[in-house]
């Protein structure tokens, strides 16, 4: 009996045709993601420092930020992004270097803003000493 080969069906991608976009930079001491999505929120793209191959210390790095912000940026450029804004998040290394990224990614930035949390009232303070 003989063997009937099946070929494999590739299955294309829907690319989305989306004008503007927001880029949302999440940069910590340890690594930064970026996720671009629409104006809704859905996710368009997104990369981070450790999914690049980066390991440990580097990942902290302003480097791997701007290589991560490349790589999300330009895969939401195949969808038709020209236009973001950039909400950045988070006390690290990346945030500036990241911005950077965007821009020359040939990418139109309307707006940067910055959301990273601030404590009102901060934490409770520890209980008393005593002795």
């Given at each position: 009996m003989a063997?009937?080969?099946?070929?494999?069906?590739?299955?294309?991608?829907?690319?989305?045709?989306?004008?503007?976009?927001?880029?949302?930079?999440?940069?910590?001491?340890?690594?930064?993601?970026?996720?671009?999505?629409?104006?809704?929120?859905?996710?368009?793209?997104?990369?981070?420092?450790?999914?690049?191959?980066?390991?440990?210390?580097?990942?902290?790095?302003?480097?791997?930020?701007?290589?991560?912000?490349?790589?999300?940026v330009n895969d939401a450029k195949m969808h038709g992004v020209r236009k973001v804004e950039v909400y950045v998040k988070g006390t690290g290394q990346g945030r500036e270097p990241s911005i950077r990224a965007i821009q020359a990614c040939d990418v139109d930035i309307t707006m940067i803003k910055d959301v990273s949390p601030i404590p009102h009232n901060g934490c409770r303070p520890p209980k008393r000493r005593r002795l």
């Open positions: 063997t009937v080969k099946k070929s494999a069906i590739k299955k294309r991608k829907d690319l989305k045709r989306i004008e503007k976009g927001q880029v949302h930079v999440h940069t910590t001491h340890n690594n930064t993601i970026v996720t671009v999505t629409d104006l809704q929120g859905n996710t368009i793209s997104w990369a981070s420092a450790g999914v690049l191959g980066y390991k440990g210390s580097r990942k902290e790095t302003a480097f791997a930020a701007t290589q991560a912000t490349e790589k999300a």
